[in-house]
């Protein structure tokens, strides 16, 4: 029997309208990949990669993970890097978290909550280091704040991954991008931590190192 059936229903409906709009559209996407951009973003399942920049499938290649982070651990996430910037060859890498961040709330709460508690002890490291800035909030803008900080953190790690520099140092345009998503009016803001050089990614580390007050 077949499972959920509402879905394939949507499936269905949303390729025909696909088709009705291009009807080349399937087999052009079936030939190749060749997208621009690599989007690391959150799991949070109301930030749609795609739908929030108003792309179709096969103009941005997609890694997710709770809290958008960016680890030099994780084999996952920098495969996909890899895979992006050296056979891809994308132009522009996006670190895009969402303000109201489950993950990063999780991390400031503290509450035991299984094997995610490993992963999220990096953003809580990260909050020790702002805590002087972060704990003078209250409620949600200090969710929020760190949601920020969260990102920028990110984006420097992209700066000091190998294949990042090795892009750089053979002279391919590659430029990183921090960005945060408004769940509450589905706007992007522009966190002004992008950078498109080694040097530049330096600068930014040096930056990043200095705790905020």
């Given at each position: 029997m077949r499972m959920l059936p509402k879905l394939f229903e949507n499936n269905r409906n949303w390729s025909r309208k696909i088709t009705a709009s291009d009807p080349e559209f399937f087999a052009r996407l079936a030939r190749q990949?060749?997208?621009?951009?690599?989007?690391i973003g959150c799991s949070d399942s109301r930030v749609p990669a795609n739908q929030v920049v108003g792309l179709l499938p096969g103009e941005v290649f997609v890694h997710r993970n709770v809290a958008n982070q960016v680890l030099h651990t994780d084999f996952n996430c920098l495969t996909v890097l890899q895979y992006a910037v050296d056979v891809l060859r994308v132009k522009h890498v996006i670190v895009c978290g969402h303000y109201g961040c489950g993950g990063v709330r999780?991390?400031?709460?503290?509450?035991?909550?299984?094997?995610?508690?490993?992963?999220?002890?990096?953003?809580?490291?990260?909050?020790?280091?702002?805590?002087?800035e972060v704990n003078a909030l209250a409620g949600e803008a200090r969710i929020d704040r760190m949601c920020e900080l969260n990102v920028m953190e990110q984006v420097g790690h992209l700066g000091r991954a190998g294949v990042v520099q090795e892009a750089w140092r053979l002279g391919r345009p590659l430029h990183l991008h921090g960005w945060i998503y408004g769940l509450s009016d589905g706007l992007l803001r522009d966190l002004g931590v992008g950078c498109s050089s080694a040097a530049e990614a330096d600068a930014l580390q040096v930056r990043l190192s200095r705790p905020t007050h």
């Open positions: 990949q060749a997208p621009e951009y690599l989007w999780a991390a400031l709460e503290g509450r035991p909550l299984g094997l995610i508690d490993h992963w999220l002890r990096h953003v809580q490291d990260l909050w020790h280091h702002h805590a002087p």
